[in-house]
């Protein structure tokens, strides 16, 4: 298939090429002796002690040797570039017998075509996988928002079944997410959002809930990362300023209520509508405004070992002592 | 946080160390954990008569505070004053002068259970024992209101329960406490427990009768 190439050519150019190299080399070690033979002796490393000056006679004989070589040279140069010619140089057949490597017969050689293959179904079966997964996740979302028995979570979803979010990826631009933020403390009168990027792109949400407790959440993107609650009383940020979102509450209760807020998010997340889990979570945070004030609804007190009910059940918002737990 | 200063009565026929003993000893098996000791003080200077109308003021430290000398005027007005102050009352001499054997001192033992902390304060001047105070703190809550139901459930287990907030914490039941709230409790309770007799036995004056059984039977239901 492929156009017989010029062999001769190609050998002859080779050819040229290596005696043009040598022709080079020669002219650069008559001009390195100079004028009658090397000035520098080349078995001692020393320079020669004679201090004849050059004769005219080797001036002369210096020059024709020069002349000559270069002569040489450019004979060569010629030689080289007839060779060029010979050789038919069509580009655009060369790319097509690059395209046709992976027909090569001898396939267990080089195995292009069996990974090709490999690769080819990898890609065919992921995307299967995708469609089945985003199918079930997208059942299991309608599910949860039709539930009769869930009075929590349909006032979650204002817009019922089949709402898109523009929040699908973690790369949701700040001035979109800023504007969800400011939709959610309209929605909560009790809430004030802080919004804050001290570690550049994620986002930092400092929530103060009536007078109760501080709550602390790292974004990425509308994902919630890690949650940390704290007293009213107590800061985020260090006394130079800097936000501290990983140190504890000095308070036993707040520290037991960061863990509760921790595992929430694990219950409310959902993979495509990150907005909606966001939301949820914020819907369940809201009832620790009762955090002091009502007793647990197993044991009717409201302390059980000097705490109050920390848990609120994420369906029936009910509060409860840890222990007491249903 | 939300404090609560209450005078703890003291039944017929006991001293004032055995019913703190009493207390340590029931906090103990109710596995509080005892977290050291603490000390409040008090010192009274009077106005000078070039001052009209006369002032009383007191100096209060609290062991809690350890960087802070308070002081509050009889008005009510309270200052929250670096320790420094002290040294600025000595200056003062001619204008507030302290009156000899008035300080008064409320100390004892710190217990903690969970976020509570809970303070035994005997009150004496001097060598003279006065009463008891009990300090009940809960750190995690800072205005009183949200907590007062959860404050009476936890004093319901070792002592007599007011059915209403102390006058001076009903008035803010709605705001945030400061130390300068602890304060002015600490004021009230030595202001009228200067003006009770000394007592060794008997029961402070503030004391209903009857308190004595009540106390024992709210100690049965714990
Ligand atoms: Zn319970």
Redo the contacts between chains.
């Keep these: 298939m492929a156009e017989m190439i010029n062999l001769d050519a190609v050998t002859e150019g080779l050819r040229t090429i290596a005696s043009l190299r040598n022709g080079v080399s020669d002219l650069f070690k008559c001009l390195t002796e100079g004028v009658g033979g090397p000035v520098i002796d080349p078995y001692s490393g020393q320079p020669k002690t004679s201090d004849n000056e050059p004769t005219e006679e080797a001036e002369k004989q210096f020059l024709a040797d020069v002349q000559g070589i270069v002569e040489g040279i450019t004979n060569k140069i010629l030689v080289l570039e007839k060779s060029c010619d010979l050789l038919s140089h069509p580009t655009a057949q060369v790319s097509v017998q690059l395209s046709l490597l992976a027909q090569d017969p001898a396939l267990e050689r080089n195995g292009v075509y069996k990974s090709v293959v490999s690769c080819y179904r990898w890609c065919d079966r992921m995307h299967d996988y995708v469609t089945q997964a985003s199918h079930i996740l997208n059942q299991n979302i309608c599910r949860r928002s039709t539930i009769a028995l869930d009075p929590l979570q349909r006032i979650l979803i204002p817009g019922g079944i089949g709402r898109r979010s523009s929040f699908a990826t973690i790369n949701t631009p700040s001035s979109q997410i800023d504007a969800f933020f400011n939709n959610l403390s309209r929605i909560h009168p009790n809430v004030t959002l802080e919004i804050s990027r001290p570690f550049g792109a994620p986002t930092v949400v400092f929530i103060t809930l009536d ?3 501080k709550g602390c959440l790292l974004l990425h993107g509308l994902l919630i990362e890690w949650v940390i609650v704290k ?3 107590e800061e985020f940020k260090t006394a130079d300023g800097t936000v501290d979102i990983w140190s504890d509450s ?5 520290r037991k209520i960061s863990d509760h807020c921790n595992s929430a998010t694990l219950n409310f997340a959902t993979p495509v509508h990150v907005d909606l889990a966001v939301r949820s979570w914020l819907n369940w945070f809201v009832n620790y405004n009762t955090l ?2 009502k007793p647990c609804r197993k044991c009717n ?3 059980l ?4 009910p920390t848990w609120r059940d994420f369906r029936t918002a009910d509060c409860y002592h840890e222990k007491c737990r249903p | 946080m939300v404090v609560i200063v209450q005078q703890f009565p003291i039944p017929e026929g006991k001293t004032g160390q055995q019913v703190v003993d009493m207390l340590i000893k029931q906090f103990e098996a109710m596995a509080f954990n005892r977290i050291g000791n603490f000390v409040v003080d008090c010192e009274t200077y009077y106005s000078s008569p070039t001052i009209t109308p006369p002032r009383v003021l007191n100096i209060i430290h609290n062991s809690d505070f350890p960087a802070s000398c308070f002081a509050q005027l009889d008005t009510g007005t309270c200052l929250r004053a670096d320790s420094y102050f002290d040294a600025m009352m000595m200056v003062l001499n001619g204008i507030y002068q302290a009156k000899r054997g008035t300080k008064i001192e409320s100390k004892g033992p710190k217990f903690q259970k969970g976020d509570f902390v809970v303070k035994i304060g005997s009150v004496s001047i001097g060598p003279s024992f006065r009463g008891i105070l009990i300090e009940i703190e809960y750190g995690p809550c800072s205005v009183p209101l949200y907590c007062w139901d959860l404050l009476k459930e936890f004093m319901k287990s070792f002592m007599k329960v007011p059915k209403e907030p102390p006058p001076y914490l009903k008035a803010k039941m709605g705001e945030i406490c400061t130390p300068t709230d602890i304060i002015s409790q600490y004021n009230i309770h030595f202001t009228n427990l200067r003006k009770a007799t000394p007592i060794a036995s008997c029961p402070p004056p503030l004391t209903v009768k009857g308190s004595s059984n009540e106390v024992q039977n709210n100690g049965d239901m714990a």
């Design positions: 007078r109760i407790l007293g009213i009383n000095r308070y036993e209760v707040f002091f004030t007190h409201r302390l070992d000097a705490s109050p």
